[in-house]
């Protein structure tokens, strides 16, 4: 079977840093993707990993580890608009996308 | 501007009717997909395309069909529509890159009686 593992939901501060984990088990592994989704919106693509290690774009940055089957997300100097679902999503085989049940990020002031 | 669209936005259908859902992109992406999302289950593919004539079934495809005649246009036909499927559906396209950034149209709201 294929499943990937994050928590349902993460509580912080505004300004604060938050990390949002994924452990994945796929039959196939080319790639982990990173997806926010705010409220009735549509998910929009943050960031994507092909090999371990730390890839950084403003305020996010997204790690893998193959060999572990980990990932995570990292947020920084959180902000209100952050508050959203954030999906992680692996790439199984060919260009075919698996997604978690994804993260609701609660970010207080 | 370089788009993907869905239409209905918003659908209202009885038990065993058929129904489809179009997507229609600009992007000149070669892959395109389905998704279905519900509370609890994130996004679950249903079916997906590399290309003209090409289909390919994902997680979910049991009730549902596509067929892709053009680049641009992927539509989702349920045959014969459950309450089961009573869903948000999103569309998706990709180019054939390694970045595997997905771009998704806006969604169908689609409620089956």
């Known amino acids: 079977g294929q499943s990937l593992e994050q928590p349902s939901e993460v509580t912080a501060v505004e300004g604060a840093i938050v990390q949002i984990n994924c452990t994945y088990q796929t039959s196939g592994f080319y790639g982990l993707s990173w997806y926010q989704q705010h409220d009735g919106g549509a998910p929009t693509f943050l960031s994507y990993n092909a090999l371990d290690g730390l890839e950084e774009t403003g305020r996010f940055s997204s790690f893998l580890s193959r060999s572990d089957s980990y990932g995570y997300l990292l947020l920084q100097e959180l902000q209100m608009k952050d508050s959203a679902s954030y999906f992680c999503?692996?790439?199984?085989?060919?260009?075919?996308?698996?997604f978690g049940a994804g993260t609701r990020l609660f970010v207080k002031a | 501007d370089a788009e993907i669209t869905q239409s209905p936005r918003h659908k209202i259908t009885e038990t065993g009717r058929q129904v489809t859902l179009a997507c229609h992109q600009t992007?000149?992406?070669?892959?395109m997909f389905w998704y279905r999302q519900d509370l609890g289950h994130g996004l679950r593919l249903i079916h997906y395309s590399y290309g003209v004539h090409d289909t390919n079934k994902g997680e979910v495809s049991d009730g549902y069909s596509v067929s892709r005649s053009n680049t641009e246009d992927l539509p989702l036909t349920l045959e014969s529509a459950a309450s089961s499927q009573t869903s948000v559906y999103f569309c998706?396209?990709?180019?054939?890159?390694?970045?595997?950034?997905?771009?998704f149209g806006p969604g169908t709201r689609l409620t089956v009686l």
């Open positions: 999503a692996v790439r199984a085989g060919g260009f075919k996308t698996i």
């Open positions: 992007w000149n992406h070669n892959n």
């Open positions: 998706a396209s990709s180019e054939s890159s390694s970045s595997n950034e997905q771009f």
